[in-house]
């Protein structure tokens, strides 16, 4: 698989880092990291190894929020 092309990102690691939770994270601290970020989704990830996407509306969809 060839690999994908960078141009035009110009994200900081301290965004990317925002951007993060680990996987045995409750649901009330991933919306926490959402909404002081004015993101919507996370990665889930054990550095350096990510495990999936959590979306708001993933949340949402669980009832939880």
């Not at 996987?23 to 002081?36: F, K, R, S, W």
């Amino acid at each position: 698989r060839p690999p994908r092309s960078t141009q035009g990102v110009s994200a900081a690691a301290s965004d990317v880092y925002k951007r993060q939770i680990r996987p045995g994270a409750l649901a009330a601290e991933a919306l926490g990291v959402m909404n002081a970020n004015k993101i919507t989704c996370l990665f889930v990830t054990d550095d350096p190894q990510i495990h999936g996407i959590l979306h708001v509306h993933d949340i949402l969809r669980a009832g939880i929020a």
